[in-house]
């Protein structure tokens, strides 16, 4: 099946600690996103990749770091540094050029930090 | 510029009924309008699409409508069911970039 995987679906860190979250996509698109979702707030972009080992960031990037060593995979680090952590995060992937606008979104994982 | 704005933010509809979410923008360089439809748990799935050159799409049940000279466009869902209650979220994109910029959701809740 191709499609968009995240895990953990849930995840419980202690203040202070990095967490680093997972996202693979086997459906051989270029681009892939991270957002932030909290309740009546929408979908936040907090970064972006269009091609390998490039990136970009959104409009609430700070306190979060990326990589994009695969064009499969695009983990998103969440660090100490993030005020507000405690939020479901959506990781999504589309084709970089083309006609196709279309966003696939993963499952999210809920990121609980006390 | 870059906001686009949704509402309501919670709509209550009967079984068989119609509801309507209306979202509107500002930026002019926008070229897509898609609508995502969120289950609760579950990452948004795109429902229905539009490019600002067409003034209505259909799909099933679904109808998007686009106004551009008002830099507004809904999503009509008619005979609403249960199934369908869920989030929507309306969103936009300007051609040089391929993010999304997204409405701030609608709890759709249809009684049966």
């Known amino acids: 099946d191709g499609g968009i995987t995240q895990s953990p679906k849930y995840l419980f860190r202690k203040e202070g600690q990095n967490v680093t979250l997972s996202c693979e996509q086997n459906l051989n698109h270029d681009a892939m996103y991270w957002y932030r979702q909290d309740p009546g707030q929408g979908l936040r972009l907090i970064y972006y990749?269009?091609?390998?080992?490039?990136?970009q960031k959104g409009d609430i990037a700070e306190g979060y770091s990326v990589s994009r060593e695969k064009k499969e995979s695009f983990p998103l680090t969440v660090t100490s540094a993030q005020k507000n952590p405690t939020a479901f995060y959506l990781c999504?992937?589309?084709?970089?050029?083309?006609?196709?606008?279309?966003?696939?979104f993963g499952p999210g994982t809920r990121l609980t930090v006390t | 510029q870059q906001q686009v704005k949704q509402s309501p933010q919670s709509l209550i509809v009967q079984k068989g009924g119609i509801s309507i979410i209306n979202c509107a923008y500002e930026n002019t360089a926008f070229d897509y309008f898609p609508w995502y439809q969120q289950f609760p748990g579950k990452g948004p799935a795109l429902l229905i699409a539009?490019?600002?050159?067409?003034s209505e799409k259909k799909e099933g049940r679904f109808t998007i409508s686009f106004n551009k000279s008002a830099k507004q466009f809904s999503l009509h869902i008619m005979d609403s069911q249960p199934g369908d209650s869920a989030t929507y979220f309306c969103a936009a994109r300007s051609g040089s970039a391929r993010q999304l910029t997204f409405g701030s959701g609608t709890q759709l809740t249809v009684l049966p």
């Open positions: 990749s269009q091609i390998v080992n490039d990136f």
């Open positions: 999504a992937s589309s084709m970089a050029s083309g006609t196709s606008y279309e966003q696939y």
């Open positions: 539009i490019r600002p050159d067409v």
